[in-house]
């Protein structure tokens, strides 16, 4: 099994900034993505950046220039770093990790139980 654990969610002020760490353990024999996705109030679950194993990235528009997704491979864990951070920000932010598996390289895809992130506003 593959475990990850969120962290660095809470309440900012508009136009701050806030740094949210996952960390992957258990049976990893690789991971292939890392990524962030978020779910607002009254909405659905949707993209906010990935970064894959040699670092390539993908960003929503939304929050193109404004977030940075980066990863430390050796720890297995992602971030991303969010600054000038909108009221429209708001929303319980998930991290997701795909890979494979260290006994039988089965596929795995992996979500964290989610953290806040409020705007105070």
């Known amino acids: 099994q593959v475990h990850l654990v969120e962290s660095g969610g809470g309440l900012v002020q508009p136009g701050g900034s806030l740094r949210l760490s996952c960390a992957a353990s258990g049976s990893i024999f690789s991971i292939d993505v890392m990524g962030w996705y978020r779910q607002g109030p009254g909405k659905q679950r949707e993209l906010v950046a990935t970064?894959?194993?040699?670092?390539?990235?993908n960003y929503a528009d939304s929050v193109k220039g404004r977030f940075t997704i980066s990863s430390d491979n050796a720890k297995n864990t992602v971030y991303l770093q969010m600054s000038s951070l909108k009221p429209e920000d708001t929303a319980v932010y998930f991290c997701n990790v795909k890979g494979y598996s260290r006994y039988d390289y089965a596929k795995f895809d992996t979500w964290g139980q989610g953290t806040q992130v409020t705007d105070s506003s």
């Open positions: 970064i894959g194993h040699g670092g390539s990235t």
